[in-house]
DNA sequence: CGGCTCGTACGATAGCCCTCGTAGTACGGC
DNA sequence: GCCGTACTACGAGGGCTATCGTACGAGCCG
């Protein structure tokens, strides 16, 4: 017996409520580079679901880990395991609810800057 | 003569050019909850300039002076002296121009939260 | 079963950042 | 000239964080 996974093939990652998700650890989250670099491939494809060896980052897979973290316990991705694999999706509909507009400003922005600086 | 005041009555502040203003060092900046309430406070007051001691801030003045120089080296406000007094706007221009839609988006979602939360 | 890939956990390191206290500078008024 | 007010500079402490390497668990495939 494994001492933490409790059952089997269905491992349930900790995610915050919709109404526990607060404006400055979003922020927060999205002031790193790595992190809004990710933000915004998954905002690029729709409603997508993309495993985390999908995003060719610039930071070991130790690194890796720990920025998707601090996505989702911010409340700003929603990550599933399918398999080994682990999915990663924004959380478009609970931010639009708590901050309408707020998530299509702040990828517009990003994409501006992007583009301004040469840096896509 | 002072080392470093080099003129008298007017000593000028170092400001990063429009240019310069990087979205994740403005979400940084934003996502201090003192810091916000501080663009908060002067956004609700349109191009009202206030001094630092105007804001009633839970820190002590050391520590608004650090704050009021991160938003500034941030490129979110703007600082000049008049007097004793330091005089801080928010750089609503620069920062429209640079990223349109997003300071207001910025704002809105603050104020959503603080209602939300009962935190105004 | 044996290996392969994906992701995690843990520890370590280095850097940043929020906070403060104290001491000091700049300006205005008496 | 002298004092009070407004803000700053400096240094220190404590905590968080970004990064990595290594070692490990979970599922798939031959």
Redesign the pocket.
């Given at each position: 017996m494994?001492p933490a996974?409790t059952a089997?093939?269905t491992?349930d990652l900790p995610h915050p409520a919709r109404d526990d998700i607060r404006l400055e650890g979003v922020l927060?989250a999205l002031s790193?580079p790595?992190r809004l670099r990710i933000v915004r491939d998954l905002a690029a494809d729709g409603d997508e679901l993309f495993?985390?060896?999908h995003f060719d980052l610039p930071?070991?897979?130790?690194?890796s880990?720990?920025?998707?973290r601090?996505l989702r316990e911010t409340g700003v991705i929603r990550q599933t395991y399918r398999?080994?694999?682990?999915m990663n999706g924004l959380r478009k509909d609970d931010l639009d609810v708590l901050f309408p507009g707020l998530l299509d400003a702040l990828l517009a922005a990003a994409a501006r800057q992007a583009a301004r600086l040469g840096t896509d």
């Open positions: 494994t996974a089997a093939g491992r927060h790193d790595v495993s985390c060896s930071v070991t897979k130790s690194t880990t720990h920025h998707f601090v398999g080994t694999a682990k």
